[in-house]
Nanobody
Framework: QVQLVESGGGVLQAGDSLRLSCAASGRSFSSYTMGWFRQAPGKEREFVAAITWSGGTTFYADSVKGRFTISRTNAKNTVYLQMNSLKPEDTAVYYC????????????????WGQGTQVTVSS
């Protein structure tokens, strides 16, 4: 079992930067692929970024590539999402998730989810 708690959300303006954190508790955090997803009102939850257990491989949605960076510190059981050049369309609840599988954008392959943190970007 893994428990995930996101933090760092807020209200920002277009062009701002923000870093989200996801703290994990439980066993074997370092063995999980970790992902970030987001869900805007009235929309499906969508993939944002993922990182392998070692941090050696990352994968991004086209909409955030070049602006967002996912990273992890296994010694602190924490995964991060650095978000730069934020846009109003980035407004959503952001969720972190853990998967037993290799890096994937498929939300159905993630086994554990946090409660989410709200990010609101105004124009």
């Amino acid at each position: 079992q893994v428990q995930l708690v996101e933090s760092g959300g807020g209200v920002l303006q277009a062009g701002d930067s923000l870093r989200l954190s996801c703290a994990a508790s439980g066993r074997s955090f370092s063995s999980y692929t970790m992902g970030w997803f987001r869900q805007a009102p009235g929309k499906e939850r969508e993939f944002v970024a993922a990182i392998t257990w070692s941090g050696g491989t990352t994968f991004y949605a086209d909409s955030v590539k070049g602006r967002f960076t996912i990273s992890r510190t296994n010694a602190k059981n924490t995964v991060y999402l650095q978000m730069n050049s934020l846009k109003p369309e980035d407004t959503a609840v952001y969720y972190c998730a853990a998967s037993y599988r290799t890096v994937t954008s498929d939300k159905e392959k993630y086994n554990y989810w946090g409660q989410g943190t709200q990010v609101t970007v105004s124009s």
